[in-house]
């Protein structure tokens, strides 16, 4: 659509004066001079045909066509203003900004995260590690939604886990997961060797709470029924909230550890840690990749989703 409007200044100087009821301070305010400002407001009258002053020996005063214009004038201000600052708000297409649960960045991002920077050098990237503190079963899937909007608040993408069911948002599942117990390779030949589910009961348990938050049942208490093992296990040892520090207890040999071995590959490949067992137990919830719809076609979005789907392809083929 086009518009046919009056010199932008001119309005501007229009307003200006107006408000203050003094060409003097409106030059002030214009940063110009008062003879600038006279000029202004002259080539506007003549461009809409009607006066827009009285001017009386001290003073100037708003004519009934000048009272009309002024208030939808000063609304139109008020959007442009609104308007260009919209557009400074607005994320640099450079910029990429990525939440993502903790242990997820510490054991699974990071290290990947240079493969991308060689990728992308253009883009900026911003991770920030937030912190889940609630469940489905005791909070119920609003809360979990609230939660979800406000990592995607300030964030160009979420990654947690989850279940996928956001139908508003653009869901990319990552990562299926697993639950199996870890420890130190000292526990495997000690006093009471590790050589099947019921010798746990000579151990420690390290709790991972990560279970709890997400799927609203512990991951020892989900693969140990898996296991066959109904009893006779002490569910006493350590709690930590989250995989990344339950993953160092077990490393320094506080006990056993039910976890996601995925996150804990560097450990495991070190030989600092070993799976006593081979039951691996799935868990219902994934990775997710979330987006607002608003997000999913910038071009660094773009980039980098496609670089983490072909990263958690690579990972799934990777044997446990």
Request: hydrophobic share 45%.
């Amino acid at each position: 659509m086009s518009y046919r409007l009056p010199p932008l200044n001119a309005l501007r100087a229009f307003e200006a004066v107006a408000r203050h009821s003094s060409v003097k301070k409106a030059a002030l305010e214009l940063s110009v001079t008062p003879a600038a400002v006279s000029h202004q407001i002259k080539a506007l009258e003549d461009y809409v045909g009607v006066k827009l002053f009285r001017r009386l020996n001290r003073a100037l005063e708003l004519t009934a066509a000048g009272r009309a214009c002024l208030p939808k004038l000063q609304q139109g201000f008020e959007l442009l203003a609104q308007a260009a600052a919209s557009l400074r708000a607005r994320p640099s297409e450079g910029i990429l900004t990525v939440s993502a649960a903790p242990s997820f960045c510490a054991k699974w991002l990071m290290p990947r995260l240079p493969r991308f920077f060689n990728l992308h050098p253009e883009i900026d990237v911003r991770v920030s590690a937030r912190a889940r503190l609630m469940n489905r079963s005791g909070h119920g899937f609003a809360a979990e939604r609230a939660m979800i909007d406000d990592w995607l608040e300030d964030a160009d993408v979420a990654i947690l886990l989850g279940r996928g069911e956001y139908p508003d948002l653009h869901t990319d599942h990552l990562l299926s997961l697993s639950v199996a117990p870890l420890c130190s390779p000292s526990l495997i030949n000690c006093e009471h060797p590790l050589r099947e589910p019921r010798d746990l009961r000579h151990h420690p348990l390290i709790h991972d709470d990560t279970g709890e938050f997400f799927d609203g049942t512990s991951f020892w208490e989900r693969w140990l029924h898996a296991a066959g093992v109904s009893g006779g296990i002490p569910h006493s040892g350590p709690h930590f909230s989250h995989t990344v520090l339950a993953i160092e207890a077990a490393v320094e040999g506080l006990g056993v550890v039910a976890t996601v071995p995925m996150l804990a590959a560097p450990e495991l490949d070190s030989g600092r840690l070993v799976m006593p067992f081979e039951l691996q137990v799935p868990l219902e919830s994934s990775y997710l990749l979330l987006s607002t719809e608003a997000a999913t076609d910038r071009p660094a979005v773009i980039a980098f989703r496609e670089w983490l789907l072909a990263e958690a392809a690579r990972a799934a083929t990777v044997p446990a």
